[in-house]
């Protein structure tokens, strides 16, 4: 399947050979706009900063942005 980012029209593909294309964000818009998110919500803009396991827990994006450090 290839990717189209809604945002930035960047392409990318998953591996799969396929002629569709289907509709999202690239990793970059998608790291802007949780940031952006986050700074909505009154949270640092940290999603995807931290290089260690982050403290604040109570954030909705924790499990997403910590998922490399909890193995
Ligand atoms: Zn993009």
Redesign the pocket.
């Known amino acids: 399947m290839t990717y189209i980012?809604i945002?930035?029209r960047?392409t990318w593909d998953n591996g799969g050979r396929s002629i569709e294309y289907s509709g999202g964000?690239?990793e970059?818009?998608i790291l802007d706009y949780i940031r952006e998110k986050q700074k909505n919500q009154g949270f640092h803009d940290c999603y995807k900063r931290a290089v260690e396991v982050c403290s604040r827990n109570d954030c909705s994006y924790w499990q997403l942005c910590n998922k490399e450090f909890l193995g």
């Open positions: 980012c945002k930035c960047k964000l690239c970059d818009c």
